[in-house]
């Protein structure tokens, strides 16, 4: 399974992106896909998840401000993220799970994203 991520860019304070996942490479359903981001120093951390069911879960750094979503038929995931701060800065990365065989837990190669003050 392959994990395509674009979306990422330079954009000031308070401004917004969207991020965009499509995982290849298989006729099967992807159960989860979630946003991970790792900045400078620090661990990576989830962002945000979305299941195909559609139950979702969020950083509480970011609860009020971005958005995930996915199109089950295209496996794609998006994450719209609004109000940015400079304390979003970091690599974003996408992931898909599988938890039905054939079982699967991809990554994608991550986008990166810099909000200046």
């Known amino acids: 399974v392959q994990l395509q991520a674009s979306g990422g860019g330079l954009v000031k304070a308070g401004g917004s992106l969207r991020l965009s996942c499509i995982a290849s490479g298989t006729p099967f359903n992807v159960n989860g896909m979630d946003w991970y981001r790792q900045a400078p120093g620090k661990q990576r951390e989830l962002v945000a998840s979305v299941t195909n069911g559609g139950r979702i879960n969020y950083a509480n750094s970011v609860e009020d401000r971005f958005t995930i979503s996915r199109d089950n038929a295209k496996n794609m995931a998006y994450l719209q993220m609004n109000s940015l701060k400079p304390e979003d800065t970091a690599v974003y990365y996408c992931?898909?799970?599988?938890?039905?065989?054939?079982?699967?837990?991809?990554w994608g190669q991550g986008t990166l994203v810099t909000v200046s003050s």
């Open positions: 992931r898909a799970r599988r938890i039905y065989a054939p079982r699967f837990d991809s």
